[in-house]
């Protein structure tokens, strides 16, 4: 099947099995127990298990702006207790991505000032107990690196990315791997064609010995990533969609899960400017295999700005959608096999500017939603949407699939002219 067909495969499903949009129950928002204006709960979400790290970067515990991230237990939706690292301060952003895997959480921090200003810094917490376990900073790293920026974990490994490190030009970037035991440094990554602005580090993502690493600013923002065999250094492949454009920004968000990468493009034009879109690539290969869109896109969506995988499932943040107000966002659910599009989220109390999909996180069934931008605790105190997908989700078996797909195209043939004006509104 070529790759045109299995775009409109998806969109054609959700018209026909998923006319209505997913509403969040309420009683699934959570805001920190102790919030405050400005915090940006929700800024970052890492879920694995039971467990979950979810940062407020705009904490002021230690100085305006030092950050700090909360432990939830996913079983419950209990907010279990709120980190801050041993030296934090004013201005470090300690929380501006996170990761965890099993009971090991990062932290990144890319405003530390340790090794210069702005050069960056990322942590280690055991997410059962709450202990921080190493700081790591890069052994060459310098003032502006922004080390921390975007970090991931697996097993024994730690990623950080370092988007505006020098390398072969101003912003090129870098990403380190860690030993997650002894917080040693054991390899420095940067691409084989490394390049001035290409901000690789910007986004990182882990799964066995495979580490992918995003460089959204490659090639005119049309953006690139990078997959690494984490036991050699070496690189493996340079993922670009065949119908790369500038000013895509794919690579700014991305996932990996054994032989399947999920790449965001939030810049993509599909549904009109900005509507935004996300990749799917056969991570032993570097084929892409897919490309998903939403059915309901519209200009300035950014669908893409955040993604996650799991098991069957993708999940795609579109942090700008206006259904609910301007930039109140949404999320989406795909089923990876069949790329199809199986749910749209929304909070059911969504207002504008809440950024409702910004950040994404999943684990099994159990999904999380960021709106950073949530008013509920304070202006911008920040909110989470804890979410059992098997409530809101039914996917189609593939044969069904296949078979909803072919009356779903006479239904668009037959809409096409109403669809059209719906998209002239937005």
Known sequence: MNCSARVLLGPLVFFAATVQAAYVLPESKRVAFDGNESDAFGWSIAVDGSHAVISADGSNDQGLDSGAVYLMDTATGTLT??????????????????????????????????????????????????????????????????????VAVDGNLALVGASNRTEQGSRAGAAYLFDVTTGLQLAKLVPDDSAENGLFGGAVA??????LVGAYGDGEFSGAAYLFDTTTGAQLAKLTPNDAAANDYFGFSLAIEGDLALIGAFGDDDNGHNSGAAYLFDALTGEQRAKLVAIDGAA???????????????????????????????????EVASTAQVAKLVARDGQPDDFFGESVALSGSTAIVGAW??????????????????????????????????????????????????????
């Open 373 to 426: 931008g949530d008013d509920t605790a304070g202006a911008t105190a920040g909110a989470v949407y804890l979410i059992d997908l098997d409530q809101v989700v039914n996917v189609p078996e593939p044969a069904t699939v296949v078979a909803v797909s072919w009356l779903s195209v006479a239904l668009v043939m037959a809409r096409r002219g109403s669809t059209a004006r719906l998209f002239a509104k937005r």
């Open 206 to 211: 882990l799964s066995g010995n495979r580490a």
């Open 300 to 334: 300035g969506d950014g669908l893409g700005r955040a993604v996650a995988l799991s098991g069957p499932m993708a999940m795609l943040g579109a942090y700008w959608d206006s259904d609910q107000g301007d930039r109140a966002g949404s999320a989406y659910v795909f």
């Open 81 to 150: 207790s709120k980190l801050t690292p041993d030296d934090g301060e004013a201005g470090d952003s300690f929380g501006w991505n996170v990761g965890l895997r099993a009971a090991t959480a990062i932290v990144g921090a890319p405003h530390d000032d340790d090794l210069g200003f702005n050069a960056g810094s990322a942590y280690l917490f055991d997410a059962s107990t709450g202990e921080m376990l190493h700081k790591l900073t890069a052994s060459d790293g310098q003032q502006g690196d922004l080390f921390g920026v975007n």
